[in-house]
C-alpha cells in the first residue's frame, strides 16, 4: 500500500553514465515532483507536473529529464552524469497543483556518482 | 517572491522538555505553510499545515504551530519533547502565482538528550 514509490533506491555509478530513476504513486494525485536534497540536506525543487504536463522547471542542467508517461508517473533521466550530481533525489505528489495542498514524499533514491 | 528562513540550525533539548523550532518566512502572496520532519535516511513527512484557517495549527504527534502574521512567523512548539522526535523539521511556505510555488527552507536538525 506504499503511497509514493521509488527505485532504485540507491544507485551508485561512474561519471559519464546515463541513469534514470522511477516514480510512482497510488494515490490518485494529479501533480508530482522531483526534489534533489543536497548533503546539508537542502532540497530544491527542479521539476513539477500537472497531469502530465510541465508546471515548474527550475534552473537544472538539460541534462536531466523528466518524463511523465501517465499522470501516476514521473521518471527523472540523467546523462553524462557529473561528481556534483551525487545527492538524494526524492519524489513527491500532492491532489492538485494549488498551493494549500501539502506533498507527500516517496523514500528518496541515493544517488552516488564516483 | 518569497523566501523562508529557519532561524537555528539545530536545537538540542533534553527528553520530557519543550521544543521551540523557529521559522519566518516572506510572501508577497497570502501564503500556505507547512512543517515536515524527515527522520534519518527517510522521505519527509507532514507534520501540520496552515491554510488561511485557525491560526493556531496542530499536527501529529503533540507538534503544533501558530501562524502570527504580524510577526511573519510560523515557529514549531512541541510541550514535550519525546527521544523519536530527533529528526530534521522543514519549514516550507507555498503560493499559487499560476501555479504552486515552494520554497523550503534550509531544515533544524533537533536532538533529544535522555
Known amino acids: 500500500d506504499t503511497a509514493v514509490s521509488q527505485t532504485p533506491k540507491y544507485l551508485v555509478t561512474q561519471m559519464g553514465n546515463d541513469k534514470s530513476i522511477k516514480c510512482e504513486q497510488n494515490?490518485?494525485?494529479?501533480?508530482m515532483y522531483w526534489y534533489k536534497q543536497d548533503s546539508k540536506k537542502f532540497l530544491k525543487i527542479m521539476f513539477s507536473?500537472?497531469?502530465?504536463?510541465?508546471?515548474i522547471n527550475e534552473t537544472v542542467p538539460n541534462r536531466f529529464s523528466p518524463k511523465s508517461p501517465d499522470k501516476a508517473h514521473l521518471n527523472l533521466h540523467i546523462n553524462s552524469l557529473e561528481l556534483g550530481d551525487s545527492a538524494v533525489y526524492f519524489c513527491?505528489?500532492?491532489?492538485?497543483?494549488?498551493?494549500?495542498?501539502?506533498?507527500?514524499f516517496g523514500p528518496g533514491t541515493r544517488l552516488t556518482v564516483t | 517572491a518569497q523566501s523562508v528562513t529557519q532561524l537555528d540550525s539545530h536545537v538540542s533539548v533534553s527528553e520530557g522538555t519543550p521544543v521551540l523550532l523557529r521559522c519566518n518566512y516572506s510572501?508577497?502572496?497570502?501564503?500556505?505553510l507547512f512543517w515536515y520532519v524527515q527522520h534519518p535516511n527517510k522521505g519527509l513527512q507532514l507534520l501540520l499545515k496552515?491554510?488561511?484557517?485557525?491560526?493556531l495549527v496542530k499536527g501529529i504527534n503533540g507538534f503544533e504551530a501558530e501562524f502570527k502574521k504580524s510577526e511573519t512567523s510560523f515557529h514549531l512548539t512541541k510541550p514535550s519533547a519525546h527521544m523519536s522526535d530527533a529528526a530534521e523539521y522543514f519549514c516550507?511556505?507555498?503560493?499559487?502565482?499560476?501555479?504552486?510555488?515552494?520554497?523550503f527552507g534550509t531544515g533544524t536538525k533537533l536532538q533529544v538528550i535522555p
Open positions: 513527491a505528489s500532492s491532489p492538485t497543483s494549488a498551493s494549500s495542498y501539502e506533498q507527500y
Open positions: 494515490l490518485g494525485h494529479d501533480t
Open positions: 507536473y500537472n497531469n502530465k504536463e510541465l508546471i
Open positions: 510572501s508577497s502572496y497570502s501564503p500556505s
Open positions: 496552515y491554510t488561511s484557517a485557525a491560526t
Open positions: 516550507v511556505v507555498s503560493v499559487s502565482g499560476g501555479y504552486q510555488k515552494v520554497t
